[in-house]
């Protein structure tokens, strides 16, 4: 089990590798790993996802022999469609991973599931329960009262195998019956207190049609299937650790193979919800664009962003396996997308809100190309050639007609580098006569500082980026911020209803920046390094020949570098 990028070095020890460790040492499985990425195809994958992901394909991929497989367990058919099951195998392709041949759906095991429902019930250990769904809650009691028996739960076999066979022939009406495993109705824990089963649902399934109307629940489906497979080690999230009793139950009850259930804490990361049901509220409540907006922490959102595959997996790396539930800063996750983007990113000029300006001592026709470096962390990046001429592009904020103590750009008489060439040096302004804003300046340059640095040796302390305005290339720019104001929007206990918490400054686009003319071939995904400015990747859905859209994908500051550093005084 490998990735489809160069391997690294060994990750560090965490208590599901020491489990996974110990287990070969003692031969439990016979020396194998098989584990498996089980993913509901009821919407698309997010961060939180990612770190399961790469936590299982990774522990595979680890010990000799290992393999994961990729498992759909789709077992409720309202709420699934093949749409996610191919964003699902997109998204786990993107992020390095191969399931190889190993690819399974839970409805491939409907018929084993069908049949292993009658063992419990031939055993009597399930029943058919005719109470209504309000009852059966009613019923089951709370943490200080135990629940109460069904009526209907000491059917004979005989009357169960019956009505059990009649809902699978669709004679009856949704919610007429479910089946229920005939466990204990005052154990503390409440999941083991009769859970349901088998429910009838008069839906049709995405892969399966209309052959069924009776459907596993997920309870029952997920720990067998782990079973059908051979599955040594079931990853899964804290928030089913409560369900690890009814896991074993189910299995032990049938007698049938046992791999063993291990949780670990789910990722929380502030300033996003990662619960399905608020992602879907989100898209489907037109809050954003679609599942790859991106401002969701979407793996598809992710990727058209600019964030890396290589950039993803270091963050879940990063952060690590723990046993309890926590509040990652998204800061971290920025940082990773900033330390992998430094390394490869080609670094270009774009001006995102410009202003005019022309050197007056540069002859009108004339036109140099100047050298610039592509990546100074990557020595065989090379360098490419950019066009200078007397009227260019610089940032509006980069000149300030009656600048403060510390403002080091351009300004009346005051002169700055231009990036890769000349000094230059403010000498006059003119203004929008109704508005009196400043539309143009002004500049001389001295010839013999070709390159950004003087013969004679002065310095100055501003550096600007540019670009010609006769080889610029107008484009879109969107400046992307966290989407919530709140660090922990889908806090429960706050009784508010988490989209209160929207940002609506999540999004700023500008539509007259102009970049320069290196980027016209710029292809969608491709990410850059404009300076001074961010990480920017071109639009995969918006962009095209025609017209240039860039996302950026995280700022230069580094908070997360600050917030290490403040934590180490």
């Known amino acids: 089990?490998?990735?489809?990028?160069?391997?690294?070095?060994?990750?560090?020890?965490?208590?599901?590798?020491?489990?996974?460790?110990?287990?070969?040492?003692?031969?439990?499985?016979?020396?194998?790993?098989?584990?498996?990425?089980?993913?509901?195809?009821n919407g698309y994958l997010h961060i939180g996802h990612a770190k399961s992901i790469c936590l299982n394909f990774g522990i595979a991929a680890e010990n000799k022999g290992g393999i994961c497989n990729l498992r759909f367990d789709d077992t409720d058919p309202s709420k699934e469609e093949i749409e996610y099951v191919e964003s699902i195998k997109s998204d786990?392709?993107?992020?390095?991973?191969?399931?190889?041949?190993?690819?399974?759906?839970?409805?491939?095991y409907?018929?084993?599931?069908?049949?292993?429902?009658?063992?419990?019930?031939?055993?009597?250990?399930?029943?058919?329960?005719?109470?209504?769904?309000?009852?059966?809650?009613?019923?089951?009691?709370?943490?200080?009262?135990?629940?109460?028996?069904?009526?209907?739960?000491?059917?004979?076999?005989?009357?169960?195998?019956?009505?059990?066979?009649?809902m699978r022939a669709g004679e009856f009406k949704d919610g007429a019956h479910v089946l229920r495993a005939k466990i204990d109705m005052a154990s503390p824990n409440m999941l083991l207190r009769d859970p349901t089963l088998y429910r009838i649902k008069h839906v049709p399934h995405y892969r399966t049609g209309d052959k069924w109307c009776i459907y596993p629940m997920y309870d029952f489906t997920h720990c067998l299937s782990d079973s059908i497979e051979g599955i040594t080690h079931s990853i899964c999230t804290l928030e089913f650790e409560i369900n690890r009793q009814l896991y074993d139950w189910v299995l032990d009850a049938l007698n049938v193979y046992h791999p063993q259930q291990i949780e670990f804490a789910r990722l929380n990361i502030s300033y996003t919800v990662l619960s399905k049901r608020k992602l879907i509220e989100l898209v489907e409540g037109g809050h954003v664009t679609g599942w790859d907006d991106p401002r969701m922490?979407?793996?598809?959102?992710?990727?058209?962003?600019?964030?890396?595959?290589?950039?993803?997996?270091n963050f879940c790396e990063r952060?690590?396996?723990?046993?309890?539930?926590?509040?990652?800063?998204?800061?971290?996750?920025e940082y990773s997308a900033r330390e992998d983007l430094n390394k490869h990113a080609p670094r270009v000029m774009a001006v995102l809100r410009p202003l005019k300006v022309v050197i007056d001592n540069y002859p009108e026709d004339k036109e140099e190309e100047l050298e610039g470096e592509n990546n100074p962390e990557d020595p065989k990046a090379g360098s490419r050639k950019i066009p200078f001429t007397r009227v260019l592009y610089i940032e509006q904020e980069d000149f300030m007609e009656d600048p403060p103590k510390k403002f080091f750009r351009l300004a009346p008489g005051r002169e700055v580098r231009l990036k890769h060439a000349y000094y230059i040096k403010c000498v006059n302004v003119v203004k929008d006569e109704q508005t009196d804003e400043v539309v143009e300046v002004h500049c001389t340059y001295d010839p013999k500082t070709r390159g950004g640095w003087s013969e004679d040796g002065r310095k100055v302390k501003g550096t600007l980026h540019w670009v010609s305005a006769a080889h610029a290339l107008k484009?879109?720019?969107?400046?992307?911020?966290?989407?919530?104001?709140?660090?922990?929007?889908?806090?429960?206990?706050?009784?508010?209803?988490?989209?209160?918490?929207?940002?609506?400054?999540?999004?700023?686009?500008?539509?007259?920046?102009?970049?320069?003319?290196?980027?016209?071939?710029?292809?969608?995904g491709s990410r850059y390094q404009f300076l001074r400015q961010g990480y920017f990747c071109v639009d995969s859905k918006d962009s095209s020949s025609n017209a240039l859209v860039f996302n950026r994908t995280v700022t230069l500051r580094d908070t997360w570098a600050k917030i290490q550093r403040s934590r180490k005084k």
């Open 1 to 41: 089990m490998k990735t489809t990028d160069t391997e690294q070095a060994a990750p560090p020890p965490n208590f599901i590798r020491n489990i996974v460790a110990n287990d070969l040492k003692e031969n439990k499985y016979d020396g194998r790993v098989v584990t498996r990425f089980p993913p509901e195809p």
């Open 92 to 108: 786990v392709r993107w992020l390095g991973f191969d399931w190889g041949e190993r690819q399974f759906f839970a409805s491939d």
């Open 475 to 524: 484009a879109e720019v969107r400046l992307y911020d966290h989407l919530f104001l709140k660090e922990n929007p889908g806090d429960e206990k706050t009784g508010s209803d988490f989209k209160t918490y929207l940002n609506p400054n999540s999004l700023e686009s500008l539509t007259s920046c102009m970049v320069e003319p290196s980027l016209a071939v710029a292809v969608p």
């Open 110 to 166: 409907f018929e084993k599931l069908y049949k292993y429902a009658m063992q419990l019930i031939k055993e009597g250990k399930a029943y058919v329960d005719s109470l209504s769904a309000q009852e059966i809650r009613e019923y089951r009691g709370t943490l200080t009262e135990p629940g109460r028996e069904s009526a209907y739960r000491d059917r004979s076999v005989e009357e169960n195998m019956d009505l059990f066979t009649r």
């Open 319 to 333: 952060i690590g396996v723990a046993k309890r539930d926590s509040m990652v800063d998204v800061a971290l996750l």
């Open 297 to 313: 922490l979407t793996i598809s959102g992710l990727r058209r962003r600019g964030y890396t595959p290589a950039s993803i997996r």
